[in-house]
C-alpha cells in the first residue's frame, strides 16, 4: 500500500506560479513511477508530468516548458513548479504512483488549482 498526501493547490493570476507536493508513505520502495494527472469536469484525467524511479520525465506537450516535475529522495516527496499559467491549467491535480510488479496505481485525494484570467 502507498499513501499519497498533497498540497500547495490554490488560485493565481495567469502568468503566475504554484508548486504542489507530494508525499509519499507505505511501500514507497517498489514504487516504480510517480507523477502528476489533472481533470476537469466532464473530461477524461490527464497526464501532466511523471518521473520514474530512474529518473526518465515525461510531459504533456501542453505544459512543455513551463511545468517542472522533480523528486527528493530523501523526503519521499514529489514536485510540480508550475509556472506561467494559463487559465486552461485550471483543474483539479492528482498525485499519483505506479508499482510495475503488481500493477497496481495509487492516487491522492486531488488539489484544486484555479488560475484566473
Known amino acids: 500500500q502507498v499513501q499519497l498526501v498533497e498540497s500547495g493547490g490554490g488560485l493565481v493570476q495567469a502568468g503566475g506560479s504554484l508548486r504542489l507536493s507530494c508525499a509519499a508513505s507505505g511501500s514507497i520502495d517498489s514504487i516504480n513511477a510517480m507523477g502528476w494527472y489533472r481533470q476537469v469536469p466532464g473530461k477524461q484525467r490527464e497526464l501532466v508530468a511523471q518521473i520514474t524511479s530512474g529518473g526518465n520525465l515525461n510531459y504533456a506537450d501542453s505544459v512543455k516548458g513551463r511545468f517542472t516535475i522533480s523528486r527528493d529522495g530523501a523526503k519521499d516527496t514529489v514536485y510540480l513548479q508550475m509556472n506561467s499559467l494559463k487559465p486552461e491549467d485550471t483543474a483539479v491535480y492528482y498525485c499519483?504512483?505506479?508499482?510495475?510488479?503488481?500493477?497496481?496505481?495509487?492516487w491522492g485525494q486531488g488539489t484544486q488549482v484555479t488560475v484566473s484570467s
Open positions: 499519483n504512483a505506479k508499482i510495475v510488479l503488481f500493477g497496481t496505481a495509487y
